[in-house]
């Protein structure tokens, strides 16, 4: 199976140009890169599909590049986009591509001695030296406005009610991706550009832009775009962007989108977001299918991604962290997670402040002058029947005092009542 091959039964093949094929005749090693702007300072879900199909490519023996946007970050991509964006300055650019380029590390290997070792590039080192008359003179010339009126996205965004539109600078932005290329071309020997479908028309400027300079012969492979079977715009959730960056999205959230994905989507996603090879990934499926109870697909793609984002440590914590609700000893797990697990954790429980001279009571007392219980009555019956747990531990006497050994990261106790109510003390 060659790369192409590859991403054909991984479902990350949308597009492709003419003749793309024999670029990897004879196993010749072939470059290609993939353009990300620093429009912040973390990658996000979304970036994963482009970056796993570098990192696919290098698996299989070619030679990936990473271009971050410093001179195309400035401007903003109308791709896909119905309003301008907000234009960044090159403090907050460099600040945001070398956030980025850690993150890249845990999917790429960057060892300069190996001939297909990944490399970043930042455009703005060759953007930034011309000059505007240079520039519309040596680049602007080649191509039409013809040809850029032709794009979709600019179709899209000048749009027929003459009052949409979009500046000169938006307008010039695949004029500068296509500059990208030609330079890489010139200087990297690339000749193939990867990167998702909204993409295509910045793709094909570029190629025709060194066909006409340099009469050479580029391509360009699209991805599709990611979609949710529900309809929602993939890597969204209530809060926003599922990020890459730990302090943005903790690993444990991480896990947890991962985990409650659809089996439709699981099936899907693992193919794309893991390197599992397909012979396991088509058992995973079947025996999902079998017992779909299990979650068999969610747990492994979680895992796997998890794993590669964050680390293995990461993963366990996310996975007990997962588990107190049902853990054996919840206890012991609730006294281990951090503060900001912890609080993910029981997200959305009713909270209720205390000062610590409101500890040293018994638990009845205790329930009802925090507001939980309103009946101490109510409060005895349940205690007696097994219906109140302090910190996942049943109360077994109204007469337990509840006092500081029980706080949970210093501060917390988590009170229950039956299976499913919760309540969260926070004590000041």
Same mark, same amino acid.
């Given at each position: 199976m060659n790369y192409i091959e590859e991403l054909q039964w991984r479902g990350m093949l949308h597009s492709k140009t003419e003749g793309v094929e024999e670029l990897f005749e004879n196993?010749?090693?072939?470059?290609? @890169?993939?353009?990300?702007?620093?429009?912040?300072?973390?990658?996000? $879900?979304?970036h994963l599909v482009s970056i796993m199909m570098l990192k696919h490519f290098q698996r299989f023996g070619h030679k990936p590049l990473l =271009?971050? !946007?410093?001179?195309?970050?400035?401007i903003g991509d109308p791709s896909g986009k119905s309003e301008e964006r907000n234009l960044l300055d090159i403090d907050t650019i460099r600040k945001n591509q070398e956030a980025i380029k850690k993150q890249l590390a845990k999917f790429l290997d960057f060892d300069k001695n190996k001939s297909n070792g990944a490399e970043i590039l930042n455009? #703005?080192?060759?953007? !930034? %030296?011309?000059?505007?008359?240079?520039? /519309?003179?040596?680049?602007?010339?080649?191509?039409?406005?013809? #040809?850029?009126?032709?794009?979709?996205?600019?179709?899209?965004? $000048?749009?027929?009610?003459?009052?949409?539109?979009?500046?000169?600078?938006?307008?010039?932005?695949?004029?500068?991706?296509?500059?990208?290329?030609?330079?890489? @071309? %010139?200087?990297?020997?690339? %000749?193939?550009?990867?990167?998702?479908?909204?993409?295509?028309?910045? /793709?094909?400027?570029? /190629? &025709?832009?060194i066909r006409r300079k340099e009469g050479g012969v580029a391509h360009g492979i699209t991805c599709p775009l990611i979609t949710r079977s529900d309809g929602k715009k993939f890597g969204k959730t209530e809060t926003g962007n599922v990020w890459l960056d730990p302090e943005k999205t903790s690993p444990y959230k991480f896990y947890q989108f991962w985990l409650n994905v659809s089996d439709e989507d699981a099936e899907k996603y693992i193919k794309i977001f893991t390197v599992l090879p397909k012979e396991e990934i088509d058992a995973i499926i079947e025996e999902h299918r079998q017992v779909p109870e299990r979650r068999l697909l969610q747990?492994?793609?979680?895992? &796997? /991604?998890?794993?590669? =984002?964050?680390?293995?440590?990461? @993963?366990?914590?996310?996975?007990?962290?997962?588990?107190?609700?049902?853990?054996?000893?919840?206890?012991?797990?609730?006294?281990?997670?951090?503060? %900001?697990?912890?609080?993910?954790?029981?997200?959305?429980v009713p909270q209720f402040k205390i000062s610590k001279a409101d500890l040293g009571k018994d638990v009845v007392n205790f329930l009802a002058d925090t507001g939980i219980m309103l009946s101490k009555g109510e409060t005895r019956r349940l205690i007696k029947n097994n219906g109140i747990s302090i910190n996942k531990e049943k109360v077994k006497s109204i007469d337990q005092v509840i006092n500081e050994s029980h706080l949970l990261n210093g501060k917390y106790i988590l009170a229950q009542k039956g299976k499913k109510n919760y309540y969260l003390v926070v004590v000041e």
């Open positions: 196993n010749n090693m072939v470059t290609a @890169y993939v353009g990300i702007d620093p429009t912040a300072d973390s990658l996000h $879900i979304g =271009v971050v !946007g410093g001179a195309t970050g400035m455009n #703005y080192d060759w953007i !930034g %030296k011309f000059s505007f008359i240079d520039f /519309i003179r040596d680049i602007g010339k080649h191509i039409t406005v013809n #040809y850029m009126l032709a794009k979709d996205s600019v179709k899209k965004r $000048i749009g027929q009610d003459g009052k949409s539109g979009m500046s000169f600078t938006e307008f010039s932005y695949q004029l500068v991706q296509a500059t990208d290329f030609w330079h890489l @071309y %010139k200087t990297h020997n690339c %000749k193939l550009q990867l990167g998702g479908s909204d993409q295509w028309g910045n /793709i094909t400027t570029g /190629i &025709e832009l747990k492994t793609l979680a895992k &796997e /991604i998890t794993t590669m =984002v964050h680390s293995e440590d990461d @993963y366990k914590a996310a996975v007990e962290a997962s588990q107190i609700l049902f853990s054996k000893q919840p206890l012991k797990e609730l006294q281990n997670i951090d503060e %900001k697990t912890f609080l993910e954790v029981f997200e959305g």
